[in-house]
């Protein structure tokens, strides 16, 4: 081999590498976080886990980021060491679906239909059309799809790069005689092992032997132990991403390293035993790339059936090398609540976004409870239920924070149209779910300082209240349905109820005043009033905030005070039409 045919075999493993990245990114972006969400709620069965963990595995076409993947999973709680084992067996088959594409290269035969099936006969076709839907679509759907077909090729062109540069190495003696050292199990599966662990991917790195069999100087007795290191080497991705993580996180990736670690040391000691007795003539036979696909799913399947029935085994033994200490308590519930923003999922952007959504939720449920409990607490007021408020504002507090932290991060990702939208909602959004529980702190110091006093509202004062309460109440959980559905059509019923609470707060003021000249009332009592009734104003004017934002960013409108000013217009009869009808359904006594 020249100079020129090493920048040829490398540039074409460049391209290997490259497309494969590409291609298990797009095939990512296209799951939209379904195939994750697969993962996390449908383990509870053994073998289903292990046939969700292969379907995953093979669809995105990495089994390190599978195991990536799960051990988030265990870290956030969000999955059982128990459930994980099962998906971590599965990942080893789905892994070997690469393999079985990349054999396809070897076909060779004259007929039409059988030349067909070669990846370099219609990798083309794939390439011009994946070319025409990133170029002449705008659909984000479709362009993830023709960066799949792109990268399909790109990596399928690799192949063949690198196959053609290593073909002229079946003459050379000194290739020969290195390969020949591979035949050494230990060394062979030591060379496999340093080269998937360094490229961190077992799919490419068989994909690199097998572009090496075209030479037919790759001998059985060279391929089966870098086959095995291989198996060996793809633990490393998952042992890295444990760095950190929390005990049970780290028994996943051990799951993952005896797995294959115990499997291939029992399956090479059996086979090489066997050789000693038998002498499998075979060793010394050429092996092409399709004969390189049936060991590795050979090994991986039936590893999986021998592990099955012990998996209980594997997770005991992760158990007894990451143990417990007595510092190590297991996280609050509370804790255990914010575990969801895993930073490995960012890694897969699509199913952050669906956690980032989770988290959201949650931050939104307990903004309107805070609130729903702290006007319960006007004129019934118990110190215990105030100490709730605070935590719940406490808490929120903190979801603001690291939401925003995470989001914020998730927002440098490559993300899909739709999910773009949604981490921008969701920026926008959460500070003012934040502002309606400092609100509710609010209004539960009112209560507490009436309490405190001795003193109370009039039974008139206290239905009037009631009626713009129900109001605040029913416009947070509006608002929290249209952020929940990111609903805009649902969005436009906000903004005439946020008018009526307007309405409804000066009404109640207007009438205090007449209260006041009629000696009914007193001025202090006045200032507690118009505390409550401001904070339950500006409760309306964050939900309003909340619904203009999110029918902004559906409709990539971004001024707010022109886009309600439209909203209010005597032009639009729906507002209007909207406004009567709550008009009618809060009316003070």
């Known amino acids: ?21 590409i291609m298990g990114d797009g095939l ?3 799951s939209g976080g379904k195939l994750e969400r697969i993962l996390e709620n449908l383990t509870s069965n053994r073998i289903k886990a292990v046939l969700l963990g292969a379907a995953v595995t093979a669809v995105i076409q990495s089994s390190s980021a599978t195991t990536v993947m799960v051990v988030g999973f265990v870290n956030s709680g969000i999955m059982k060491l128990s459930q994980a084992i099962g998906i971590i067996m599965g990942a080893n088959i789905g892994t070997t679906a690469t393999s079985w594409i990349l054999s396809l290269a070897g076909i060779e035969s004259s007929n039409f239909f059988l030349r067909l099936l070669k990846p370099s006969s219609f990798s083309p076709i794939l390439a011009m059309i994946g070319i025409i839907f990133l170029m002449f679509t705008k659909s984000p759907r479709k362009k993830d799809i023709g960066t799949i077909l792109v990268g399909f090729a790109v990596l399928m062109f690799g192949m063949e790069s690198m196959s053609g540069a290593v073909k002229p190495l079946a003459n050379v003696p000194e290739f020969t005689n290195i390969l020949l050292k591979f035949s050494n199990p230990l060394l062979g599966m030591l060379a496999g092992t340093i080269l998937t662990a360094v490229i961190q991917s077992s799919s490419a790195s068989v994909g690199i032997l097998q572009a090496l069999c075209v030479t037919g100087a790759v001998r059985y007795s060279v391929a089966l132990p870098i086959i095995m290191g291989q198996n060996i080497g793809t633990c490393v991705t998952a042992l890295l991403s444990s760095i950190g993580a929390k005990k049970n996180a780290k028994r996943a990736a051990m799951v993952h390293l005896y797995f294959n670690l115990i499997g291939t040391v029992v399956f090479m000691a059996v086979f090489y035993t066997l050789n000693g007795i038998i002498h499998f003539d075979f060793l010394n036979e050429a092996v092409n790339p399709a004969q390189v696909a049936v060991i590795h799913s050979v090994f991986n399947v039936t590893a999986t059936l021998i592990w099955l029935p012990f998996a209980g085994l594997l997770e005991k033994l992760a158990c007894l090398t990451i143990r417990d200490s007595k510092e190590d308590m297991a996280a609050s519930l509370e804790d255990q609540e914010f575990m969801i923003l895993e930073s490995r999922f960012l890694e897969k952007p699509a199913f952050a976004v669906e956690q980032g959504r989770n988290a959201a939720r949650r931050m939104a449920k307990e903004s309107h409870q805070s609130l729903r409990l702290a006007l319960s607490l006007v004129g019934n007021y118990e110190e215990e239920m105030a100490e709730r408020v605070d935590k719940m504002e406490s808490k929120v507090d903190r979801y603001e924070d690291e939401l925003g932290t995470y989001l914020v991060k998730l927002s440098h990702k490559d993300l899909s149209e739709n999910d773009s939208h949604s981490v ?7 500070g003012d779910f934040e502002r309606i529980s400092d609100h509710a702190v609010n209004i539960m110091e009112s209560a507490r300082e009436l309490y405190e006093k001795g003193a109370g509202f009039s039974q008139k004062a206290m239905e009037e209240l009631g009626v713009l309460s129900q109001a605040v109440e029913d416009i947070v959980q509006l608002t929290y349905n249209v952020f929940d559905r990111q609903d805009v059509k649902l969005a436009e019923k906000i903004e005439p109820l946020e008018e009526r609470i307007d309405e409804l707060c000066k009404e109640l003021k207007y009438r205090h005043v007449q209260r006041l000249q009629d000696g009914v009332c007193t001025i202090e009592m006045g200032f507690v009033l118009s505390d409550i009734t401001t ?8 939900c309003s905030n909340i619904g203009v934002c999110i029918t902004q960013v559906r409709e990539d409108l971004y001024d707010t005070h022109s886009h309600l000013d439209v909203v209010k217009s005597a032009e639009d009869e729906y507002f209007y039409r909207e406004l009567e009808e709550v008009r009618k359904q809060y009316v003070l006594p």
């Open 535 to 542: 904070n339950l104003e500006r409760v309306a004017d964050h």
């Open 1 to 21: 081999m020249d100079f020129f045919s090493f920048l040829t075999l490398f540039g074409g493993l460049a391209m290997f590498l490259y497309g494969m990245q």
């Open 424 to 430: 921008a909602i969701m920026l926008h959004c959460i």
């Open 28 to 30: 990512a972006k296209v």
